[in-house]
């Protein structure tokens, strides 16, 4: 687990879809179009230059793990692990400013997108989820997140104090490392094979 603070890092949220983002329209989440102040398609993000960056990050929390199972053959004295999945999860915690993020997860956008939102009934293909790209400010190296799924929404309310909204994105591929963004292989082939 890694925490840092919002003034060290910069993040920034792409749809998996090579076309397809939301629009942050006076902070209602519409699905089509691509939007820098919305959530763009994954040709429109540039961490470098800020586009498609998530503004008033206070902290961003990253795990990265494995999900094992125990195998036991009979007669066997020592259980083998085996490993499943991988397991990263990613927490942004940024000061509230409009309704955005608060509609998308309302109105079933978690899956990354689709015309209509996406129930989670079935089985998404790999336009589906988003992509998180984290970089230290002087973004000499980026941390890539495929695959992810928005999983948790919270607000916390402070009567003297700034509105904060947490966002909760996790993902079962392995995360990419690079010198910049990778935006140029989509799940299930290339870097992130399913």
């Known amino acids: 687990m890694a925490y840092f603070l919002g003034r060290d890092v910069k993040v920034a949220i792409s749809t998996e879809h090579a076309t397809k983002g939301f629009t942050n329209s006076t902070g209602d989440a519409a699905y089509g179009t691509a939007d820098s102040t919305g959530v763009p398609d994954l040709a429109g993000i540039d961490i470098t230059n800020g586009t498609g960056t998530v503004t008033d990050v206070t902290g961003i929390d990253i795990s990265m793990g494995a999900v094992d199972e125990d195998v036991v053959y009979i007669g ?5 692990k ?9 927490t942004i915690t940024r000061k509230k ?10 109105l079933g956008y978690r899956w990354g997108g689709d015309a209509a939102a996406h129930t989670g ?9 988003f992509r998180l790209h984290l970089a230290v400010k002087d973004t000499k190296e ?3 997140v495929p695959g992810c799924t928005f999983t948790e929404y919270a ?6 104090g700034v509105t904060e909204e947490t966002l909760t994105f996790m993902s079962s ?22």
Do not use: C
């Open 155 to 160: 607000q916390t309310l402070s009567a003297d």
């Open 82 to 90: 085996a490993e499943i999945k991988k397991d990263t999860s990613i």
């Open 142 to 144: 980026v941390i890539t």
């Open 76 to 80: 066997q004295r020592t259980a083998l």
């Open 173 to 194: 591929i392995t995360p990419g490392v690079g010198a910049t963004e990778d935006t140029s292989n989509l799940i299930g082939s290339g870097t992130y094979p399913l």
């Open 121 to 129: 009934l079935t089985q998404p293909d790999t336009t589906h989820g």
């Open 97 to 106: 400013s409009d309704r955005f993020w608060s509609e998308m997860w309302a």
